[in-house]
């Protein structure tokens, strides 16, 4: 298991495939929600891939929003679930963010993943809120 910084568009590419997969495919998010103004190497946001068994199975992104790194697009094709690479995807943003300076990250959290963030240190900030017909929490950690 390990996590890349994507610096290549062929790897961007994958990252939107595994998200297209999970997010569009999976989770009926519409197509046209999935992809923004972001999705590119110009240096708004990094997002990275997570490896397993050498193949790509994961990705997620951080963007810099106000003081806070925010953690968006985390996901992991279905059969890798249950091998720890939430929590790797989670790592890598966060050194990211760490890297760049920054001392604070949030994200969107589904609120079925809502225990999972809080075992990696993540404090729900929000009541539940829908987006993209998926009940989500803001959550928050100082790093």
């Not at 519409?30 to 891939?49: M, S, T, V």
């Amino acid at each position: 298991m390990k996590a890349k910084r994507v610096t290549l568009e062929e790897d961007l590419r994958i990252a939107f495939h595994i998200r297209k997969e999970v997010f569009v495919e999976e989770q009926g998010v519409p197509l046209e929600d999935e992809y923004d103004e972001f999705d590119n190497l110009n240096g708004q946001c990094a997002h990275i891939l997570v490896y397993f068994e050498e193949q790509p199975v994961g990705t997620g992104r951080v963007r810099w929003v106000d003081e806070f790194g925010k953690l968006e697009r985390i996901c992991i094709l279905g059969p890798y679930r249950k091998f720890g690479l939430g929590k790797v995807i989670i790592t890598a943003l966060e050194e990211i963010a760490q890297d760049r300076g920054t001392t604070r990250v949030k994200l969107h959290g589904q609120s079925q993943a809502e225990g999972f963030y809080n075992k990696l240190g993540y404090q729900s900030s929000s009541s539940v809120f829908i987006e993209d017909g998926i009940p989500h929490l803001l959550m928050t950690k100082d790093l």
